[in-house]
């Protein structure tokens, strides 16, 4: 009865391409230390089964990593109800304490470091180096947040009365619930909650289901720190069971705030079911980076920040460039210098083997959305640089089109792989009216030496980040977020915290001064 249900879309693909890489048929052993090795949910302090569990499998090969609890809305319940019985008590402890709870944390993620990025490779498939970065960066917002949670001033306003005194104070929210994606299965999650337990909250984690085993990783250092029981609780769940859990975790009166990581498609349902007890949101979505490259540009550079942020994660991630505009003076160049440095810099594998760079996609569907993107280019017009093919499982080549234009489906869409379609223009206007002319806007990039273009292009891009001669600019001291569908609020950065506080207005009257 504990028998979970098979992939079978994966499974079929996997026998039914002939041209598999050898490398793919060999078996790849996931060895991380026990404790970090959790399967079951943890609730108020507690392991927790479920009546049911679902695998993990590896998106490389298949292969199956682990069964996990399958939390129902009975669990999600029951942790929520753990998160505000805790929050009670959390909310009263000092900063400092707070602080140095958050910051032993962020040591034993550091001691452990090399087990978690284990863990992220061989659940959502990024190479070992990309994983290590992650355990760094998820790491490092647990750091910043222990030194935020120290500085969550409020203010002593100036009153226009002489016997009054006017005070606004933050306070914690209460009870978070946080939902978040597989594509960065550790730093989604602490980027939200270092925040929130720096605030005085507490929260309930439901990640996604390709990748619960870094959640539960997490949960397992958060008690050896010794946060307390409730404090923080994740309920691992199947997509089956996802709408449910994620029901109880956007409705339940005991809950304050949700905030999301994911697609701006299920942010829009999260966000309708919040809308009945009127909870507060936060809510990173999806993007559709512009990446533009200005004949003022150093071409060296600007290939250099295309492959960064294209093929990072093998294409996916929410900031990676989505729509390629170059212009006409360096389009050629620029496609050649690029076609040369993805033949020599790119290599297909298992992301625990140390010469890949390019992991699988997450699952076959995401490889499906990019080879036919590529197909609906090819049929407009579009002529295959580089790539262009399906491999085995959910491997995709690293794609190079030229001759885009924009009514391709990969110019209007976010492609979440590793596909770079390049579309030329002529002038910075042109190529500001398609950059904008988007519903979502995250991040966007370019490249420039021209320092008045500089500025006017990163003011009229519709975004939330810009890189300026930069195709990685995430980093905890930095706000994270989008504007139009991309999302609501910032995380990170000195703006974060503030997503799980509320400012009270505290007037003092009748004062004899
Ligand atoms: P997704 O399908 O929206 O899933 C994200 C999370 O939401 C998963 O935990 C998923 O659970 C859960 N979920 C789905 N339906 C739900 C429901 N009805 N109730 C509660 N939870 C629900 O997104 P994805 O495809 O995994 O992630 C890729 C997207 O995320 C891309 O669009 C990307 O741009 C965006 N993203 C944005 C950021 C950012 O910071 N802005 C960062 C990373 C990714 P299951 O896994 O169980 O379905």
Not at 146 to 173: C, H, N, T, W
Not at 207 to 213: S, W
Not at 481 to 495: A, I, T, W, Y
């Amino acid at each position: 009865t504990n028998a979970p249900p098979l992939d079978w879309t994966r499974c079929f693909f996997r026998r039914l391409l002939p041209d598999l890489p050898a490398v793919m048929h060999r078996h790849y052993t996931l060895d991380v230390a026990a404790p970090l090795l959790r399967t079951q949910g943890y609730v108020d302090g507690r392991w927790i089964s479920a009546a049911s569990v679902f695998p993990v499998l590896d998106p490389a090969t298949g292969q199956e990593l682990a069964r996990v609890s399958d939390c129902g809305p009975g669990e999600a319940k029951q942790a929520v109800d753990a998160a505000y019985k805790a929050f009670q008590s959390w909310k009263g402890t000092t900063a400092k304490e707070r602080s140095l709870l958050l910051r032993k944390w962020h040591d034993l993620m550091m001691l452990h470091k090399e087990d978690l990025a284990k863990l992220i490779t061989f659940e959502c498939g990024k190479t070992m180096r990309e994983s290590i970065g992650e355990v760094m960066y998820s790491s490092s917002f647990l750091e910043w947040f222990s030194e935020e949670a120290r500085r969550m001033y409020g203010d002593i306003v100036p009153s226009p009365f002489k016997d009054r005194k006017i005070l606004q104070l933050k306070q914690p929210v209460g009870v978070a619930s946080i939902i978040t994606p597989w594509n960065f299965p550790s730093a989604m999650i602490t980027r939200k909650v270092g925040a929130a337990l720096a605030a005085g909250c507490t929260v309930v984690v439901k990640p996604a289901e390709d990748t619960p085993l870094s959640a539960l990783a997490l949960a397992e250092l958060a008690e050896q720190a010794g946060i307390p029981a409730g404090v923080f609780n994740v309920v691992p769940s199947s997509r089956e069971k996802t709408p449910s859990v994620g029901h109880v975790l956007c409705t339940d009166p005991l809950v304050a705030k949700i905030s999301f990581t994911g697609s701006t498609a299920t942010g829009k349902v999260l966000l309708k079911l919040a809308a009945d007890t009127v909870k507060r949101a936060s809510m990173e979505l999806g993007g559709h980076a512009p990446f533009i490259v200005f004949d003022s540009a150093d071409v060296d550079k600007a290939v250099a920040g295309a492959i960064a942020s294209k093929f990072r994660n093998s294409g996916q991630t929410c900031v990676c460039a989505n729509r390629f505009f170059v212009q006409s003076g360096i389009y050629d160049l620029f496609l050649e210098k690029l076609g040369q440095a993805m033949d020599s810099e790119l290599r297909l594998g298992h992301g625990s083997d140390p010469e890949t760079t390019q992991g699988p996609l997450i699952n076959v569907r995401a490889a499906e959305k990019v080879v036919n993107q590529v197909s609906d280019a090819v049929s407009l017009g579009a002529k295959v640089l580089r790539g262009g093919k399906r491999l085995e499982g959910s491997f995709m080549e690293p794609t190079l089109l030229a001759d885009v234009t924009t009514d391709m489906l990969c110019t209007r869409e976010e492609t979440f792989g590793p596909l770079l379609p390049v579309v030329r223009f002529n002038t910075e206007e042109e190529a500001l009216a398609i950059a904008n002319a988007s519903n979502v806007g995250l991040a966007g990039y370019f490249y420039s030496q021209d320092v008045s273009q500089i500025w006017r292009v990163a003011e009229a891009l519709e975004v939330g980040m810009v890189g300026i001669n930069e195709g990685i600019i995430s980093t905890s001291e930095a706000l994270f977020g989008g504007v139009k569908q991309s999302g609501l609020g910032r995380e990170g950065s000195n703006h974060g915290i503030n997503e799980y506080v509320e400012v009270k207005y505290m007037c003092f009257g009748g004062l004899k001064l």
